[in-house]
């Protein structure tokens, strides 16, 4: 075998040794994609994913930090790669790919002398986490954005609510600060509330008005109470027999959320309706 003939073997023979060491990548799991964010180390493969229009994960921002979600649209891809990969060649990789897309790293952390390895990093309102451990790996992005609201609080949702647990919270009507009167945006959601209560015209409730925390409960006690008054008023002025409905105030005493944040004291400023029968 002259020179070039055997060179030409002898390279042959150690590609196709190399090729067999790292082994085919296996097909990825039905249904999964590539992560739309970073793209996965070579001769890995997607184990399990999951794509979500709009859901939560946690994103801390420095090692000790638990608690900080992001909401939007959440995807999660889960790899596994050869053996020769150590959880510190796979992380610093994604590290640097991250880097070299704009993102910012804001913390990293190699446990164990590199056998697990975490890594949160951000990009406006792209978030992005790793978690890898041995030969596998698990990249979990999450695009952040405000919900859509496409569920509608009508007479219908409300009576399928009543019959399964004999009462509903109605949100949208509004009253002026630290009164008890109606304020005009309130109509959409009291006109449903005559639909409801026509389309049903047996039942009798009870019409039980809550405030969030802030004032007193001296205040806010009788508060409630006059603000459920208005609301039989305003329905009774509309075609609804009064009768059925017997006014109550709870002020403060019976929040769904906590009062801390203004989302939270927005949800404990309602309006229930409880069925008596």
């Known amino acids: 075998m002259n020179l070039i003939m055997r060179s030409l073997f002898l390279c042959f023979a150690v590609c196709s040794c190399a090729a067999w060491a790292q082994g085919p990548a ?43 979600q992001v909401e939007g649209e959440f995807a999660s891809t889960a790899y596994r790669c050869p053996s020769t990969k150590s959880p510190l060649e796979l992380g610093r990789n994604t590290e640097a790919a991250l880097k070299n897309a704009g993102f910012n790293i804001l913390y990293t952390d190699v446990y164990s002398g590199g056998a697990r390895f975490w890594m949160t990093a951000q990009k406006g309102s792209q978030w992005v986490k790793l978690y890898v451990v041995s030969d596998n790996y698990e990249l979990t992005t999450v695009k952040e954005k405000q919900m859509e609201q496409v569920m509608t609080a009508n007479a219908d949702g409300w009576a399928q609510q009543i019959n399964q647990s004999g009462r509903v919270s109605v949100y949208g009507i509004n009253f002026d600060t630290g009164k008890s009167t109606i304020r005009p945006d309130s109509e959409p959601a009291l006109n449903e509330l005559v639909k409801l209560l026509q389309a049903n015209a047996s ?49 403060d005493a019976r929040p769904v959320a906590e009062n801390t944040n203004e989302e939270g004291r927005q949800k404990n400023r309602r309006v229930d309706l409880v069925k008596v029968y």
């Open 26 to 68: 296996q097909a990825d799991a039905k249904g999964c994609v590539e992560s739309k964010v970073v793209t996965r180390m070579p001769g890995c493969f997607i184990m399990r994913c999951d794509h979500k229009d709009f859901s939560a994960a946690e994103m801390p921002r420095t090692k000790v930090e638990k608690g900080h």
């Open 203 to 251: 039942w009798a409730m009870v019409v039980a008005g809550h405030t969030d925390n802030v004032g007193t409960q001296a205040i806010n006690l009788p508060l409630s109470r006059a603000r459920a008054q208005s609301v039989i008023a305003w329905l009774s002025g509309h075609g609804v027999d009064g009768a059925r409905l017997v006014p109550a105030g709870f002020g």
